[in-house]
Every structure is written in structure tokens, then in C-alpha cells.
């Protein structure tokens, strides 16, 4: 199985500072043929589901506002919230679906 | 209103069975894949099954292969998952989740999520 490792556990970040989360995977999931890398972001705010924020490692979901960012390749990547704001407080997870089984990191805590 | 909404949790012993269901509203269920994605309580989240959009195709984690049915009904927008052999740690939120492949295409990860339904397994 490839094993997702985020840092740091938690953080917290002043309103309208940078956040920034990282994800590492434990094989490539970088995919050579179509130079794509298999990588998710998700939000989940207290009692809610999560919400799609990123995947290819890089392409925000509809709707989703542009101060989140997603950056890296290989085995190293990261979720940037450029300005924090209030309603971002949330735990986010990376996953990768390069394979079978779908893994997802432990999750880190953004607090203001 | 596009929405997935599950239902069928509880409180079950440990050994038995319970079947979880998620129906589907607002968008062509039949074109689409969906997941099982659970979340035990106060830790991450886990992937469960797939199955695909006419239900040709099944995907099961390790921990629950051999134990746990996915299954579809097009005709009626419902997804299911069939549980047996429940323990311990089954216990959790049992989230479906739609894949963002549409038809025949299968993308592996999630862009519609239902609220989910707790499974309790104790004694």
C-alpha cells in the first residue's frame, strides 16, 4: 500500500497568513504516460464531510476560492491557503489514487 | 438539489450483519461510479469499496474484502453496502462518495460526499 505522511499534525495561522500543508507519499504517484500526478486534497470541516478541493495534485474543483493552491510531484507535495481566512478552519487530507488500495494521509488541523 | 444521503446505521453486535444505504438525487446516478469511504471516530478517513458505474466492477480495501458487499440499483439512484462479520473496528461514519469519473471512466477520487451514517458495533 503507499503510505501518505502529512505535516505538521496541526497548525495555527493568523487571519489573512499563509498556510501551508505537506503531504508525502511513499512510492511515486506520478504517472510517466500522461505526466500526471494521482494526488487529492480535501477539506473537512467539524461535522461535515469532506469537500474536494484539489486533484491532479494542482486543479482546484469548481467553486473552490483560488487562495488554496496545490503544488509538488513524485512523492512530495503541498495544499497552500494563501490569505487565511475564518471558514477555513478545518482538517485537510491528501489521498493518492495512483492505486488500489486509495490511501489518504492522517490529516492536519487548521486553526486560527 | 444534487445530494447523496445515506442511511441504514446503528448499533450492531459484534458478529452480525447490517446494510448500509445512500441514495442518490440531483445528477445521472447510472453514469457514475461511487465509493464507500469510512471515518472512525476522532482519526482519518478510509477507503472501503468502489463499484463502478453499471456495477460491472467491484473494488474492495483488504480489511473488509470477503466480509462486505458494494452494490448498486440504477433503477432506484441507491448504492449499498452489505456488512457481515461486523467488529469492532468496523465501528465508524460510513461516507458513499461519487467518483469524479463519469460512464465507462473511473477517476479514484471523491467529488460529491453524503453527510454519513455511524456504525456502532459493540456488545
Known sequence: DIVMTQSPDSLAVFLGERATINCKSSQS???NSNNENYLAWYQQKPGQPPKLLIYWASTRDSGVPDRFSGSGSGTDFTLTISSLQPEDVAVYYCQQYYRTPLTFGGGTKVEI | QVQLVESGG????????????????GFTFSNSGMHWVRQAPGKGLEWVALIRYDGSNKYYADSVRG??????DNSNNTLYLQMHSLG???TAVYFCARDHGRGIGVSWFFDLWGRGSMVTVSS
Open chain 1, 29 to 31: 504517484v506520478l504517472y
Open chain 2, 10 to 25: 446503528g448499533v450492531v453486535q459484534p458478529g452480525r450483519s447490517l446494510r448500509l444505504s445512500c441514495a442518490a438525487s
Open chain 2, 67 to 72: 466480509r462486505f458487499t458494494i452494490s448498486r
Open chain 2, 88 to 90: 469492532a473496528e468496523d
